[in-house]
């Protein structure tokens, strides 16, 4: 007897693709319905964005893979795609043991297109080229340039279509099956899918008719359907006029007179239309000191004194500052006698010289006791007010409690000081 071998056929599955769900910019579900027929089976879904194909030899990507057992019956299956591009269409097939459901169609939502703004180039005296660049929004989009010397900009230029950047650009593609029910939509331009989610974007516009020597600011603004965005401030600043006279200047005026105190300074400037002075001391302006004349005082003495000018230079208002000067106290003005002749009744007599030929010597003439290891003592003091380059005799009383601590003394000599000036004299006291 003779056996015989029966042959089956494997059971081709049945595999359906379902609606796409949830979309969002950068995501969506894909559903599909798979009815073993009596064979387990793997299957997974296909998808790539316009730009792509599903064939079998192209590159494509896979989402929700998974396996049936033969008794499984019809199933539904679903897969949720994740970092998908915004307004992006994408074709989707559901594969399951080599059987392909027939391809759909899908597109993300789209967004507010993304601006950014380099900074310009190619810029003279009354132009310049602004660039914009961003990310593509996936559906129709212009844009235009904002410019301006403040940032409420006030002039624009024409509006552009948004166009893909240079590297994006693909061979023409098949022409797509129908789009599935709203709100999918499978749109093209002539070189990419519109909406191609990492595609940049990047276009420039001309500015004339600027100012020289000024500065703008300039911005990019993108539209579409789903709303309006800026991108941040960008400032230039155009060349001066090559054909422009120079500006007006004012060299700073200088300080005539010795920096002493009880000296003037004067502020000297050759410019003839000075309308306001003021003095600085140490940078800070000195209260009701607004004349070409400054008397140094006590309260200069140790500072940084300077002059300030406003002027007119062509019917320009300028402002200069003179290099300032260190003010210092007289030198030591008053010479004192070396020796003395104390009278009984205590009065001595020293002979003081003003050397000074520009001021007079005022101040308080002491004598001074040395006492060893000890400060001095004041004995007496007497004021004085001499005239420059004169001579005078001074007289000094010592008490009684002077002459006795003067008695005392190892040695009859005394110290004579002028608080104005002047190195100490010791005296040598006669009998």
Not at 259 to 287: E, K, N
Not at 295 to 313: K, M, Q
Not at 410 to 417: T, W
């Amino acid at each position: 007897m003779a056996l015989l071998t029966a042959h089956v056929a494997a059971a081709t599955p049945i595999v359906t693709l379902g609606a796409v769900t949830d979309a969002t910019p950068h995501g969506a579900t894909l559903h599909g319905t798979i009815d073993p027929q009596g064979e387990a089976v793997s299957y997974a879904f296909e998808y790539v964005d316009g730009n792509g194909r599903l064939d079998s030899w192209a590159p494509h990507e896979t989402a929700g893979a998974g396996t049936l057992r033969a008794d499984a019956g019809p199933t539904d299956v679903s897969a949720t795609l994740t970092g998908l591009g915004a307004g992006t269409p994408y074709f989707v097939l559901l594969e399951a043991n080599g059987v392909d459901s027939q391809q759909g169609v899908f597109g993300t939502q789209p967004v507010l297109p993304g601006t950014s703004i380099r900074p310009p180039t190619q810029v003279t005296d009354t132009s310049a080229f602004v660039h914009g660049s961003g990310g593509l929004s996936g559906i129709p989009t212009d844009f235009h340039f904002e410019y301006g010397t403040t940032t409420s900009y006030g002039t624009t230029t024409l509006s552009q279509e948004m166009v893909p950047a240079p590297n994006c650009s693909v061979d023409p593609l098949p022409t797509p099956p129908p789009p599935m029910p709203p709100p999918y939509q499978y749109t093209s331009s002539m070189d990419c899918w519109v909406g191609e989610s990492d595609a940049a974007w990047g276009s420039g516009a001309e500015l004339d008719g600027l100012q020289p020597g000024t500065t703008y600011h300039v911005r990019v603004v993108a539209h579409n359907a789903v709303g309006t965005s800026y991108s941040a401030d960008e400032t230039f600043t155009t060349l001066p006029d090559p054909n422009a006279p120079a500006p007006p200047s004012l060299d700073k005026p200088t300080l005539a007179g010795r920096a002493l105190v009880g000296d003037t300074l004067v502020c000297q400037s050759d410019v003839a239309f000075v309308y306001d002075w003021a003095w600085l001391r140490d940078g800070v302006p000195i209260p009701h000191a607004t004349s070409a004349r400054h008397a140094l005082g006590p309260a200069d003495a140790g500072h940084r004194i300077a002059c300030r000018i406003d002027a007119f230079v062509d019917y320009v208002e300028l402002t200069a500052v003179s290099d300032d000067r260190l003010v210092g106290r007289p030198v030591p003005m008053a010479a004192i006698s070396q020796r003395a002749h104390v009278a009984a009744d205590g009065l001595l007599v020293l002979h003081v010289t003003c050397r000074s030929h520009s001021h007079g010597c005022r101040g308080v003439l002491a004598l001074r006791l040395p006492r060893p290891g000890q400060r001095m003592l004041t004995l007496a003091h007497a004021r004085i007010a001499l005239a420059a380059g004169s001579r005078a005799s001074v007289r000094l009383r010592l008490n009684r409690a002077g002459m006795r601590l003067l008695d005392a003394a190892p040695s009859r000599r005394l110290h004579a000081e002028a608080d104005l000036g002047g190195s100490p004299s010791e005296l040598t006291l006669g009998a």
